[in-house]
């Protein structure tokens, strides 16, 4: 056997690197964006369902319930304010609060700043929620009323 058929050269070697570094990068560029996509789908739904739970315990209690924004959009809570007091604000009782996902914001260009829901479960407060995110503006509209909800991309 002569010494040019011995196997691949350096140069060969390179090119096959290269093109499986590119394929691998291509397709974890796309695998994140996916994951990006469920990750902002599943906090839409789960605030969905955290609204829910808002009206159901404002109708269970007999109080008015209030979802909000806090810490520049990157938490929302939930509260009780039985009437007494001057402001919602010094007389509550907190039901949760948790933490928007990574690369997620509420913006403040929302036309809805507060959810308020009264004792029968009707919904005060009514409009739209506008969220940042990684794959571009999310909207959660929440009709009056019953509050009926619906995701916007």
């Known amino acids: ?11 060969e070697l390179l090119l096959v690197l290269t093109v ?33 739970e808002v009206q159901s315990e404002s109708i269970g209690s007999g109080i008015f319930s209030y979802l909000e924004f806090i810490d520049d959009g990157k938490k929302y809570k939930a509260y009780t304010w039985d009437g007494e007091g001057d402001s919602p604000i010094n007389a509550r009782r907190n039901f949760f609060t948790r933490e928007l996902p990574e690369g997620v914001t509420y913006s403040y260009s929302s036309p809805l700043r507060q959810i308020k829901i009264d004792p029968q479960g009707t919904f005060s407060s009514f409009g739209t929620l506008i969220f940042i995110t990684p794959t571009g503006n999310k909207s959660l509209i929440i009709n009056i009323v019953k509050g009926r909800m619906k995701i916007v991309e």
Do not use: H, P
Not at 1 to 11: D, I, L, Q, R
């Open 1 to 11: 056997m002569s010494n040019k058929e011995a196997g691949f050269t350096f140069v």
């Open 20 to 52: 499986t570094m590119i394929i691998c990068s291509i397709s974890l560029a796309l695998g994140k964006s996916k994951l990006d996509e469920r990750m902002v789908n599943q906090f839409l739904y789960q605030l969905m369902l955290d609204i829910e």
